[in-house]
Nanobody, 122 residues
Framework: VQLQASGGGLVQAGDSLRLSCAASARGYTVVWFRQAPGKEREFVAGIRWNGGTTHYADSVKVRFTISRDNAKTTVYLQMNSLKPEDTAVYYC???????????????????WGKGTQVTVSS
């Protein structure tokens, strides 16, 4: 499956952005990771193919919402109340068979989109 991420940009603290991850096929759990300069890639949010269950990192749980369209080929990450610490390159990734305990591990995903930069100024 091919993934294309988009929607990043430069915003001020408190603003909102919506990222999109367009997939070339259905049937995959899709997640968002982010990576800030000098830091490891970290899990942000995910939505499972089977049932649409969503998962969030504690740091974004109240502010971010992950969803997918009816065709189940595009996943969105609505980011509200953005903070400077949300600044990072955001990547979407997909897997057809990731288990819950591995959801937040980058090596669980064989398919990755190119990152989209999100910069939040204070």
């Amino acid at each position: 499956v091919q993934l294309q991420a988009s929607g990043g940009g430069l915003v001020q603290a408190g603003d909102s952005l919506r990222l999109s991850c367009a997939a070339s096929a259905r049937g995959y759990t899709v997640v968002w990771f982010r990576q800030a300069p000098g830091k490891e890639r970290e899990f942000v949010a995910g939505i499972r193919w089977n049932g649409g269950t969503t998962h969030y990192a504690d740091s974004v749980k109240v502010r971010f919402t992950i969803s997918r369209d009816n065709a189940k080929t595009t996943v969105y990450l609505q980011m509200n109340s953005l903070k400077p610490e949300d600044t990072a390159v955001y990547y979407c990734a997909a897997s057809s068979r990731v288990i819950l305990s591995s959801l937040g591990i980058p090596s669980s995903y064989a398919y990755w989109g190119k990152g989209t930069q999100v910069t939040v100024s204070s």
